[in-house]
């Protein structure tokens, strides 16, 4: 803490972790809950399913391309005014998402949101990092990721049930109670806590904002046809010309908002693509396998959400399991071993329908959530392993922001293959959906595996990627 701050009271130090932990479980609860009530916003605002996708979209790029500025706008204005901001703006855009009558007003109000989720949790924090000893730092955040995990649990089985017993509506309204406590209890124990901040990338961030979101909106255009394919062509190839500019940028910079000697750090580059390219595919399964359920396979929302409960109940047991895996066996086994059983996972998702019994079904989705939980555990600590504590934070937040991208992109790409397999076919509307669905779930299973390639290039005989 620099000594401009001011002293940190008792009762913030007291408060401060579960302030934190009510802004991760906002954030955390509103990206899961959504994805169930997705096909009864479709039927009331007169829309496809498919293209719910950019209601997802919009919110996960937002919170990508705010990630890089969390910190400086935090150590500029201070983190208590940001944070009452992020919870500001969080609550008022689930308000305004409440409110939409049309798809585009909910995409932008789903943009307001996303400004405050985007600074939510890396606020927190950083103020729990800042006013805490490293004594003490692993007792507390652990506190703070513990409604995190809540959230995933609740969200499904609880927008399912919303969505049955009163409307799609209060999924967003059951936000502002949780926004308004939080709020206050924000405004009397957030410390306020900034330093001295060095001159901001502007230009940097300009060029790297503008090649994330225009290859995104292109994409989606192209799946969707919501824009011409010319406009959306131009879309991709200008982004792409945005992040060529930035890679050029960026090696002669001397601040840059990421740094490419990141790069050379090995373990680093191999994660970060790695990640980009294992989390296409299951970064779209939270939006997919909602649809699944009520689309292709008949259940009702609530049925849905809580069949959905398993994916979250193996990820966590399966997270006591990472640090005794990875000594024994490596990162580099685990990597390339668990990609392919993930691709698998994935894929094998052709092969249920009405015919597989309930409980097998439920099985079927805990065992997805164990393995797709060991490959985020693996690959995100892979990645900041071997980071110097100059890059670190850089890192954090480079991957942070992959990590945002890789799965807006993994669901503009699904929403495609689904709008595709699904188009045209001479069956009924149940039939059509299923067979699209099975489709689209062998091509993401796929696309998955193609991160092994990228994760077989580890080191074979460093001792822990062995």
Not at 105 to 118: C, N, S
Not at 161 to 185: D, M, R, T, Y
């Amino acid at each position: 803490m620099s000594d401009s701050s001011p002293m940190v009271t008792p009762a913030q130090r007291k408060w401060l972790p579960l302030l934190t932990a009510v802004g991760f479980f906002m954030q955390t609860l509103d990206g899961t809950i959504l994805n169930t009530a997705l096909p009864s916003m479709a039927a009331a605002l007169g829309e496809s399913p498919l293209q719910m996708q950019s209601v997802v979209i919009a919110y996960m790029l937002t919170v990508a391309l705010l990630i890089p500025a969390s910190g400086w706008l935090a150590d500029r204005f201070g983190t208590r005014r940001i944070y009452l901001a992020a919870i500001l703006l969080f609550t008022l855009g689930s308000l305004a998402c409440a409110a939409a009558s049309t798809l585009p007003m909910l995409v932008v109000a789903r943009v307001l949101q996303g400004v405050g989720g985007a600074l939510l949790m890396p606020v927190g924090r950083l103020a729990v990092l800042r006013v805490y000893s490293k004594h003490d730092l692993l007792r507390v955040m652990s506190f703070v990721t513990i409604p995190g995990l809540l959230g995933p649990l609740l969200g499904p089985a609880l927008g399912g049930w919303l969505v049955e017993v009163a409307s799609w509506h209060w999924v967003f309204l059951i936000n502002l109670p949780v926004g308004l406590i939080g709020f206050i209890a924000s405004w009397s124990f957030m410390p306020d806590l900034r330093q001295h901040t060095a001159k901001f990338d502007w230009q940097g961030f300009v060029l790297f904002s503008a090649g994330m979101v225009l290859v995104s909106v292109g994409l989606q255009g192209l799946g969707e046809h919501s824009i011409s394919t010319g406009w959306a062509l131009f879309a991709v190839l200008f982004g792409l010309a945005a992040m060529a500019s930035y890679w050029l940028y960026a090696a002669n910079a001397e601040q840059p908002l990421f740094s490419l000697a990141l790069f050379k750090t090995s373990t680093f580059a191999i994660g970060i693509w790695g990640n980009l390219f294992a989390r296409l595919g299951s970064g779209a399964m939270p939006f997919l396998t909602p649809l699944f359920l009520q689309l292709g396979l008949g259940f009702s929302p609530s049925k849905a959400g809580m069949t959905m409960i398993p994916t979250v109940i193996g990820a966590m047991l399966t997270k006591t399991l990472v640090n005794k895996l990875i000594p024994r066996i490596g990162y580099r086994r685990i990597l390339i071993g668990n990609t392919l059983a993930l691709g698998v996972m994935i894929a094998s998702f052709y092969f249920i329908d009405n015919q597989v019994p309930h409980g097998v079904l439920l099985v079927w989705l805990a065992v997805f959530g164990a393995i797709n939980s060991l490959q985020f555990s693996a690959m995100n600590t892979l990645t900041l392993q071997d980071l110097s504590s100059e890059h670190a934070s850089s890192g954090n937040g480079l991957l942070s922001v992959v990590m945002q991208l890789s799965m807006s992109l993994g669901v503009a790409i699904a929403a495609s293959l689904l709008g595709l397999f699904s188009a045209g076919q001479p069956m009924e509307e149940s039939e059509r959906w299923l067979g699209g669905f099975h489709l689209t779930y062998l091509c993401i299973g796929l696309m998955s595996m193609l991160a092994a390639l990228i994760f077989a290039q580890l080191a074979k005989q460093d001792k822990r990627n062995a």
